[in-house]
T-cell receptor
Framework: EAGVVQSPRYKIIEKKQPVAFWCNPISGHNTLYWYRQNLGQGPELLIR????????DSQLPKDRFSAERLKGVDSTLKIQPAELGDSAVYLC?????????????FGPGTRLTVL | AQSVTQPDIHITVSEGASLELRCNYS??????LFWYVQSPGQGLQLLLK??????LVQGIKGFEAEFKRSQSSFNLRKPSVHWSDAAEYFC????????????FGTGTSLTVIP
């Protein structure tokens, strides 16, 4: 089966510019996650979707970050405006369910550099 | 507070030598434990997981891990390391109380020397 697809793989922008990342999860996976991974750190959850509903966005900086998952399939994460501290790898993952612990499958990530 | 600790930031081993990467967790509930590997520029790939049953679990690429409840540990091992094993390794924990939210350690970077 195809894995989690993310685009773009790399993005370089100037601070204060907007940026968007796209993710297509594994077919049939209802739950979708966005993580941020800073250099030398493990991934940290930004938002979790169950179908089209955001069920956990407590770690999403809502003043500048937004996300959507229309139709409960692919998802977009946006930053507007970007700040220097947003430089990181943004990972998307999916799983069949979030009702209990289940394996999460990760995409290759988008490496964002803010200048 | 909930936490996952990987005490070793960086480990260097010779090719063919054995490997053990440490992971300790701090949770009150029954943990569900995972090890992922991340090669440069890549996403995370699942190596193995423990949910219940036999505390010694086998994974891909010749890796295994042992869950020790008394030590709150889930250490990853490989008897003979290959140069292609050089990567970043992450331990992750989830619990029934937190649904499928994973808590990741800070990772251990593995260098393999010929």
């Amino acid at each position: 089966e195809a894995g989690v697809v993310q685009s773009p793989r790399y993005k370089i922008i100037e601070k204060k510019q907007p940026v968007a990342f796209w993710c297509n999860p594994i077919s049939g996976h209802n739950t979708l996650y966005w993580y941020r991974q800073n250099l030398g750190q493990g991934p940290e959850l930004l938002i979790r979707y169950e179908n089209e509903e955001a069920v956990d966005d407590s770690q999403l900086p809502k003043d500048r970050f937004s996300a959507e998952r229309l139709k409960g399939v692919d998802s977009t994460l946006k930053i507007q405006p970007a700040e220097l501290g947003d430089s990181a790898v943004y990972l998307c993952a999916s799983s069949r369910t979030s009702g209990g612990p289940d394996t999460q499958y990760f995409g290759p990530g988008t490496r964002l550099t803010v200048l | 507070a909930q936490s996952v600790t990987q005490p070793d930031i960086h480990i260097t081993v010779s090719e063919g030598a054995s490997l053990e990467l440490r992971c300790n967790y701090s949770y009150g509930a029954t943990p569900y434990l995972f090890w992922y590997v991340q090669s440069p520029g890549q996403g995370l790939q699942l190596l193995l997981k423990y949910f219940s049953g036999d505390t010694l679990v086998q994974g891909i690429k010749g890796f295994e891990a042992e869950f020790k409840r008394s030590q709150s540990s889930f250490n990853l091992r490989k008897p003979s390391v290959h140069w292609s094993d050089a990567a970043e390794y992450f331990c992750a924990v989830a619990t029934l109380n937190t649904g499928n939210q994973f808590y990741f350690g800070t990772g251990t970077s593995l260098t393999v020397i010929p």
